[in-house]
């Protein structure tokens, strides 16, 4: 097959919805949707900002199986408010993971798929929000060490803010070419540092220092793939078999590789900087 034919018969995920990503990667059959829209269960905070909720705050929580292992996967929506986390869509994935480590407890083998679309706390919750992610963070500790967390960021918000550090914290992720991850958006760097620093509208800049392949080239991230359903969820079944050397747990690998960096500024360009976390600190 050419790689014409291989674009045409692909199936984009960038282009689905939380729902619809949710169900493209579980077995066929096996999606179950807890806490759906039609439960009403919506954020209280967002109508006193004159801001319309959506009926599932923006988070869908599926449990099923992949490829028989039985799985529960959180899917934030980045098309309502730019995936931002209330009060509400942050406690339904935090309370997911729980039931997760809960299975495991009782000897039902469950595993977490974390779909990160998303700017960070959404800032009419902020506090709230900012609480409800720490959980997220200690459920995702916790259920890592019974069965794999995988994050999968995919585009086309990225993961940015307080999720940004829970994806870090999965046993592995995953991303496409057109993901973005990092602790601030471009829009925030830009304003904060200045345009002369970040443009935020310098779109092959940005892909270049927060962009999914050079993420992963970065070693931030585990594995690159294409957007496209079947490879996708082909890369998520593989890597929930491949053992977790946890990122949170090699802070003093990347300090070094920073080190590195800060020593050589400003000379180094994107491929500079993939080599230097490549190689080996001397």
């Known amino acids: 097959m050419t790689d014409i034919d291989r674009l ?24 179950r949707e ?13 109508p006193r900002q004159g801001i319309v909720p959506q009926a599932d705050d923006g988070v ?9 292992r039985p799985s529960v996967i959180a899917a934030i929506e980045g098309g309502f408010q730019g995936g931002s986390m209330g009060e509400v869509g942050a406690a339904k994935i935090a309370a997911a ?21 998303t700017g960070g706390v959404r800032l009419q919750e902020a506090n709230l929000g900012l609480a409800a ?10 259920l890592r060490s019974y069965q794999p967390v995988i994050g999968l960021i995919a585009g086309s918000v990225g993961c940015f803010g307080g999720m940004s550090i829970a994806a870090g914290l999965c046993s592995h992720l995953l991303v496409t070419r057109e993901a973005r991850l990092g602790l601030n958006g471009p829009q925030v760097i830009e ?29 931030l991230v585990d594995a690159f793939v294409a957007d496209d359903v079947d490879s996708i969820r082909q890369q998520l079944l593989h890597l929930l ?36 976390y490549q190689g080996d600190v001397s």
């Open 241 to 276: 078999d491949v053992p977790s050397a946890q990122r949170s747990q090699r802070h003093a690998w990347f300090l070094q590789r920073l080190a590195q960096v800060a020593d050589n500024c400003p000379q180094l360009d994107a491929a500079a900087v993939r080599s230097l």
């Open 60 to 68: 869908v929580i599926a449990k099923g199986t992949l490829d028989g």
């Open 191 to 219: 304003q904060e540092a200045g345009l002369e620093e970040y443009d935020a509208s310098d779109r092959p800049f940005i892909w270049s220092l927060s962009g999914g392949e050079q993420r992963h080239a970065s070693g």
């Open 133 to 142: 992610i720490a959980e997220i963070q200690a459920a995702i500790v916790e």
């Open 8 to 31: 045409l018969h692909s199936r984009s995920f960038v282009e689905l919805g939380a729902r619809q990503r949710a169900k493209a990667l579980l077995d066929s059959g096996s999606f």
């Open 34 to 46: 807890l806490l759906g829209p039609f439960d009403r269960l919506s954020s209280p905070w967002l």
């Open 97 to 117: 993971l729980e039931l997760a480590i809960e299975d495991n407890q009782q000897a039902t083998p469950t595993c977490a798929v974390l779909l990160l679309e």
